[in-house]
């Protein structure tokens, strides 16, 4: 069964100032979808970037990356010039192209702006 | 326009009850799900139902059944409610590939006394 991991619960950055989430996930397949959802006070689900495995360049959406590093298993997320409206957890999901198409996420990590 | 809405966003209800919550999607979608927030904030999928047909069902207890009257509603009947039960749920569709995000209702936040 695929795992995605975030191993940093809590990460805080300056208004303006550059930061980066980490994941992990562990999987056999080849093929794969991963993502970065955004869950704000709102409690809302937005979609933040979205990354196919079969592409070597990284996802890039804005004032969003990542670094997407398929031998390795790691899907980190860039967040430059950091604003106040950044302030939510943050979760990396995984979903496969082969099989039930269900999202699993990791546990999430919850970003501060200090500003 | 609302994508993906539930109803009712907040339940509060004693133990032993039964409940449902309603998700609508008028994205044209093919594929629905729930997925369980618990306190810690883990999302979890619950159920997932293609045109109708339920393909997921993971490992949740029967009290639990979802119902999918056509491809744009799937419902979330809740029997015998337990304490454990209390979480944010939330329903999300998408398109049959797997490649297409899944679009998210705003949850609905369950509380069991």
């Known amino acids: 069964a695929q795992t995605v991991t975030q191993s940093q619960p809590e990460m805080s950055v300056q208004e303006a100032e550059t930061v980066t989430l980490s994941c992990t996930y562990d999987t056999s397949e080849s093929d794969y979808y991963l993502f970065w959802y955004k869950q704000p006070p709102s409690r809302q689900m937005i979609l933040v970037i979205r990354q196919e495995a079969y592409k070597q360049q990284n996802a890039t959406e804005n004032r969003f990356s990542v670094n997407f590093q398929k031998a390795a298993k790691s899907f980190s997320l860039k967040i430059s010039d950091s604003q106040l409206g950044d302030a939510a957890m943050y979760f990396c999901?995984?979903?496969?192209?082969?099989?039930?198409?269900?999202?699993?996420f990791g546990q999430g990590t919850r970003l501060t702006i200090n500003p | 326009d609302t994508a993906v809405s539930q109803t009712p966003k907040y339940l509060v209800t004693q133990m032993g009850n039964d409940k449902s919550i309603k998700c609508e999607q008028n994205?044209?979608?093919?594929?629905m799900y729930w997925y369980k927030q618990d306190s810690k904030k883990f999302l979890k999928i619950m159920f997932s139902y293609n045109n109708k047909e339920l393909i997921i069902n993971e490992t949740v207890p029967n009290r639990f059944s979802p119902k999918s009257p056509d491809k744009a509603h799937l419902n979330l009947h809740i029997n015998s409610l337990e304490l454990g039960d209390s979480a944010v749920y939330f329903c999300?569709?998408?398109?049959?590939?797997?490649?297409?995000?899944?679009?998210f209702g705003p949850g609905t936040r369950l509380t069991v006394t």
């Open positions: 999300a569709s998408s398109p049959r590939d797997s490649s297409y995000e899944q679009y």
């Open positions: 999901a995984y979903r496969s192209a082969l099989r039930a198409q269900k999202l699993v």
């Open positions: 994205l044209g979608h093919d594929t």
